[in-house]
C-alpha cells in the first residue's frame, strides 16, 4: 500500500497534476489526495490549481464540473462508470413547461446533475450555497431540479419565494430513515444530530444542524458537544475522527453508503496517471450554455 502512494505521489509530480477528492471517497484514496471538500470547494479549487491536470477523485458530475470551470485543463476520472444516479433524475419537458407557465422563471439545479441539465438551467447551486444564490437572484419562482429534498429544505428558508420542485433524490440519503434517527438519539441521547439536506423532511425535522459535508464537519469541529449522529455518507466519518480525535460520531443507518464514491481506488488513480486515461470530454453542443451556468454560481455564492 505504501509503495502504491509513493508511486502515485512521485507520478502526480513527474504529470504535473493534483488529485482532488470528495469527502465520500474512502480513506485510503484521501491520503493521497492534495485537497479534499464539498461540491462546491472541489469546483472552486479547481478553477486556482496551478496543475495542468486535475484527477478527480469523486462521481461524474464532479468531473464534468472541473472540465467546464477549466477547459484548457485536463481533467482525469479514476472511473468513469462513477456516476450519482440522482444527476439523471430530470425531465427537459417539465422545465421547458415551467418556463412556458411563469414569465420570471429562474431553473435552478443542483451541481449533482449532467452537463445537458446544467446547459438548460440559469444557474448551478451546492448544498453550501444554494441559500445564498437563490436568495440572490431577483426571479421570485424558481424551478428547482433534481434534488426534490433539497429544493425543499431551501424553500422552506425563502418563504418570499415560489419553488416548482422535481422529484429526483439520493438513494443514499433517503434510505436514512427517521425511525433510524430516532433510534441513534435514544442509544446517544447527548449527541447533536448533524444531517445533508439531501435527506428526507422527517429526519431533517430531527436535526440540530442541517449543511453540506464541509458545513457538517466545520459544525462539529466548532461544537462544545462530545458526541454527534452523522446523518450522511459514511466517507465524512474519516474527516471528523481526523479533526476531531476526542470527539464520537454515530451513523445511524448500515446503509449510509455511495458505492460509487467508493469506485475510486488507488490502483485507478495511478492508472489514469500512467496511461491519461479517462479524460473527461464534453459535447461540443452542451458545454458553453453548460459552463454558463456554473459560472454564474461561483459569481453569486461569492
Ligand atoms: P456536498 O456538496 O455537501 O459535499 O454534497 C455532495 C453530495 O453528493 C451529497 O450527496
Ligand atoms: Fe449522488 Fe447520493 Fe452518491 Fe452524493 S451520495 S454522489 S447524491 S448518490
Known amino acids: 500500500m505504501n509503495q502504491l502512494i509513493e508511486e ?12 482532488l477528492a470528495h ?30 491536470t486535475i484527477v478527480l477523485c469523486g462521481v461524474t458530475f464532479m468531473g464534468e464540473s472541473a472540465k467546464l470551470l477549466n477547459p484548457q485543463k485536463t481533467v482525469l476520472m479514476p472511473d468513469q462508470t462513477a456516476g450519482c444516479p440522482m444527476a439523471e433524475m430530470y425531465s427537459i419537458r417539465q422545465i421547458e413547461e415551467a418556463r412556458r407557465q411563469y414569465e420570471d422563471l429562474a431553473v435552478v439545479c443542483y451541481i449533482n446533475s449532467t452537463a445537458e441539465l446544467k446547459s438548460y438551467s440559469d444557474v448551478c447551486v451546492t448544498s453550501s450555497n444554494a441559500l445564498r444564490v437563490i436568495q440572490a437572484l431577483p426571479n421570485r419562482n424558481i424551478f428547482f431540479t433534481p434534488d426534490e429534498n433539497l429544493g425543499r429544505y431551501i424553500a422552506s428558508k425563502l418563504p418570499e ?10 438513494c443514499v440519503h433517503v434510505g436514512i430513515t427517521a425511525q433510524d434517527m430516532e433510534a441513534a438519539k435514544q442509544a446517544h441521547p447527548n449527541a447533536k444530530v448533524l444531517v445533508h439536506p439531501e435527506c428526507t423532511e422527517d429526519v431533517i425535522a430531527l436535526a440540530d444542524y442541517v449543511g453540506s459535508t464541509s458545513g457538517i464537519i466545520n459544525y462539529a469541529t466548532a461544537s462544545d458537544a462530545d458526541e454527534f449522529i452523522v446523518g450522511t455518507e459514511v466517507g465524512i466519518l474519516y474527516d471528523l475522527q481526523l479533526k476531531n480525535p476526542n470527539k464520537s460520531f454515530y451513523i445511524p443507518s448500515e446503509r449510509q453508503l455511495c458505492n460509487s464514491m467508493k469506485k475510486v481506488t488507488l490502483e485507478k488513480i495511478k492508472h489514469v496517471l500512467q496511461t491519461g486515461e479517462n479524460e473527461v470530454v464534453l459535447d461540443d453542443a452542451l458545454k458553453d450554455k453548460a459552463a454558463v451556468c456554473l459560472s454564474r454560481m461561483m459569481q453569486l455564492a461569492k
Open 8 to 19: 502515485i505521489n512521485l507520478l502526480k509530480k513527474q504529470k504535473n497534476a493534483v488529485i
Open 23 to 52: 469527502y465520500y471517497v474512502s480513506g485510503e484514496v484521501k491520503q493521497v489526495a492534495d485537497l479534499i471538500g464539498d461540491s462546491y470547494y472541489l469546483a472552486k479549487v479547481a478553477t486556482k490549481a496551478p496543475q495542468n
Open 161 to 170: 419565494k415560489h419553488f416548482i420542485l422535481s422529484n429526483g433524490y439520493c
